[in-house]
């Protein structure tokens, strides 16, 4: 007897050298929809190359947050495919199809994607949690986190939503970030709940607030123009 076909969510990962951003593309390769997370306008070309390429339906364009290192490329790809954007609600962004709010799922083929409220780095920060995956924005790097220091961040509200919410998934969960720095590209929550220099080992609330107060980042470079950009989704890029 064959073997009962299951359907796949496959992910492609892609880069960003400037900003270091991370962007995902989500395909459920039974119905051919797909949804990317977190793209960047100077990769336009690249992403909707690859997502003519694979013949597949782009059917959501998602953002964890509201960027603050570049300019996002959901306008331009809504143009483009006729795909809906998503974000967090508390994001207060008047252009997106769907605002989430904590708990909400949509659905992408065969699967369903929750979103998680992960606020500190940023008021609306929401991850998104699908089949064993948690693409977790600027709330948890690879031994790492968002910065708390600009933009509503907040650092004890960001151990909150990584001890409460996202160290509550399974160890085994896959861990996609926003960004990385260092040269990673995957973990897991059981890997950040052991070796997390920020939040790993049980670390408390203050040492966590202590760490983030001490670490004097320089200010994003595109802040200024970032910022309003993604407020509009993108939309604005051709005006600043």
């Known amino acids: ?18 900003s270091f951003t ?24 690249r992403d909707r190359r690859c997502i003519e390429e694979l013949n597949i339906q782009l059917h959501y364009i998602m953002e964890t947050h509201i960027h603050a290192d570049h300019i ?36 992408l083929g065969s699967y369903k994607i929750k979103a998680l409220a992960t ?11 699908v089949d064993g995956m948690a693409f977790t924005g600027d709330a948890l790097f690879i031994r ?7 933009q509503e961040g907040d650092a004890a509200t ?15 969960t896959l861990v996609y970030p926003a960004h990385d720095y260092n040269g990673y590209t995957i973990s897991t929550i059981g ?13 408390s609330k203050q040492e966590f607030i202590t760490i ?9 470079l595109k802040i200024d123009v970032a910022v309003p950009a993604n407020m509009c989704c993108g939309y604005m890029r051709d005006r600043i």
């Open 1 to 18: 007897m064959a073997p009962s076909h299951q359907p796949t969510l496959r992910v492609r990962q892609l880069f960003d050298n400037e």
């Open 22 to 45: 991370y962007t995902y593309l989500l395909i459920d390769a039974e119905s051919c929809a797909a949804a990317i997370i977190d793209p960047v306008v100077e990769k336009y070309e």
């Open 72 to 107: 996002t490329g959901a306008a331009k790809l809504k143009e483009h495919f006729a795909a809906k954007i998503v974000a967090g609600k508390a994001t207060e962004v008047d252009c997106a199809d769907l605002l989430l709010n904590d708990g909400d799922t949509i659905e």
């Open 119 to 129: 606020p500190g780095h940023t008021n609306g920060c929401m991850s998104y949690y």
């Open 144 to 150: 790492g986190t968002g910065r708390t220091d600009f």
């Open 158 to 172: 960001l151990y909150e939503s990584v001890t409460q919410k996202l160290f509550t998934l399974p160890d085994a």
């Open 191 to 203: 890997e950040e709940k052991r070796y997390n220099p920020r939040l790993g080992k049980g670390k």
């Open 212 to 220: 983030m107060d001490q670490l004097n980042l320089e200010e994003p």
